[in-house]
T-cell receptor, first 114, second 112 residues
Framework: NAGVTQTPKFRVLKTGQSMTLLCAQD?????MYWYRQDPGMGLRLIHY???????AKGEVPDGYNVSRLKKQNFLLGLESAAPSQTSVYFC?????????????FGPGTRLTVT | KQEVTQIPAALSVPEGENLVLNCSFT??????LQWFRQDPGKGLTSLLL?????REQTSGRLNASLDKSSGRSTLYIAASQPGDSATYLC???????????FGTGTRLKVLA
């Protein structure tokens, strides 16, 4: 049981390049989230999904797109990277099964845009 | 709009001390509150989750309390150890929403 995994762990992009971050969970969780963490600002929600085929915007969605084609995977895309998107990106998942929606986090992806 | 605040931003204590970390939120209409630990360069590890109907939760040396009416939660760590050194974050989920709002964390250092 790997929990929540993220690919890649590190990435350096040039301004204008595109990339996709992959989040996978093996806990059969319904809900999945993408956050970014910046110094002094805590974690901020980018997008989230409450089930396969659904997505919704969080606090800071601009410049990002997401897809949830399979229940276990949640992809975060950057179409044209900007230096302001330099950050650590975390994926999380949770389930309503126990009624508490406890969040479980992946190890993070450190992205630098030059 | 929900805002979550954690004060102090950083704390240093000698080993063995009991300590309290604070989390304040502005909207008392919450579904639950979760405390996390984050080690440098790592992801978040869930410590305790308190439902809105609960007053406290305990796990080992950790005890988290919730007072919705005053918009406060505290994380009590008993007999602190150097291994407790980390950043502690709280996150609040509002009623009727799927979103969590995070505080900026308290960076704890326990000195041997």
């Amino acid at each position: 049981n790997a929990g929540v995994t993220q690919t890649p762990k590190f990435r350096v992009l040039k301004t204008g390049q595109s990339m996709t971050l992959l989040c996978a969970q093996d806990m059969n969780h319904e809900y999945m989230y993408w956050y970014r963490q910046d110094p002094g600002m805590g974690l901020r929600l980018i997008h989230y999904s409450v089930g396969e085929g659904t997505t919704a915007k969080g606090e800071v969605p601009d410049g990002y797109n997401v897809s949830r084609l399979k229940k276990q995977n949640f992809l975060l895309g950057l179409e044209s990277a900007a230096p302001s998107q330099t950050s650590v990106y975390f994926c999380a998942s949770s389930s309503p099964d126990r009624g508490d929606y406890e969040q479980y986090f992946g190890p993070g992806t450190r992205l630098t845009v030059t | 709009k929900q805002e979550v605040t954690q004060i102090p931003a950083a704390l240093s204590v000698p080993e063995g001390e009991n300590l309290v970390l604070n989390c304040s939120f502005t909207d008392s209409a919450i579904y639950n509150l979760q405390w996390f630990r984050q080690d440098p360069g790592k992801g978040l590890t869930s410590l305790l989750l308190i439902q809105s109907s609960q007053r406290e939760q305990t796990s080992g040396r950790l005890n988290a309390s919730l007072d919705k009416s005053s918009g406060r939660s505290t994380l009590y760590i008993a007999a602190s150890q150097p291994g407790d050194s980390a950043t502690y974050l709280c996150a609040v989920r509002g009623s009727g929403t799927y979103k969590y709002i995070f505080g900026t964390g308290t960076r704890l250092k326990v000195l041997a």
